[in-house]
């Protein structure tokens, strides 16, 4: 052991796992994998959006999120600076950011898949316009959407 390791801290092993892990979350729209544990301080998850289907219109009070998009065609409906929505199609290989606040919503042109990763999936996401006439997500909501009740 070098002087250099002597300083790293002593870590509770008994926390670490070695297991894979993945829930899938049915969603009126496609599904979702979750591929990150919860209560990780962070979320990773693919969204599978059927073509033609929306995620609802939608804004976090302490969620933020970024998205890639792995395969197919798909956009995001989102408020620019002025408070106004647009409509962005998202480009394979480009990264894109909503900020805390920001309306938005996923939409699949075709069948796709999106990488999304986010801050954890607390606090409520207001849903201003839902094609499937879903409540706002409460941390309660998302626990009967998710089965976790």
């Given amino acids: ?8 801290p002593q870590f ?6 070695n297991q894979p892990y993945v829930k899938r979350i049915e969603k ?3 599904y979702e994998l979750h591929w990150v544990p919860v209560n990780t301080p962070y ?10 289907a929306r995620l609802s219109l939608q804004v976090h009070d302490k969620k933020q999120e970024s998205w890639f998009l792995m395969n197919g065609r ?3 409906v989102w408020e620019n600076e002025q408070g106004e929505l647009i409509e962005t199609e ?8 909503c900020a805390l606040g920001q309306q938005h919503r996923l ?43």
């Fill in 107 to 149: 939409v699949g042109i075709t069948d796709c898949d999106i990488i999304e990763v986010s801050t954890p999936e607390l606090g409520t996401t207001w849903r201003l316009e839902d094609d499937y006439a879903r409540p706002d997500e409460t941390p309660e909501q998302r626990k009967i959407e998710r089965g976790e009740e």
């Fill in 90 to 97: 998202i480009q394979p290989g480009q990264g894109y950011t």
């Fill in 28 to 30: 009126p729209w496609g």
């Fill in 12 to 17: 509770d092993k008994s926390k670490f796992t």
């Fill in 1 to 8: 052991m070098t002087d250099q390791n002597q300083n790293i």
């Fill in 74 to 76: 798909a956009k995001v």
């Fill in 43 to 52: 979320m990773g998850k693919i969204e599978h959006i059927n073509a033609g």
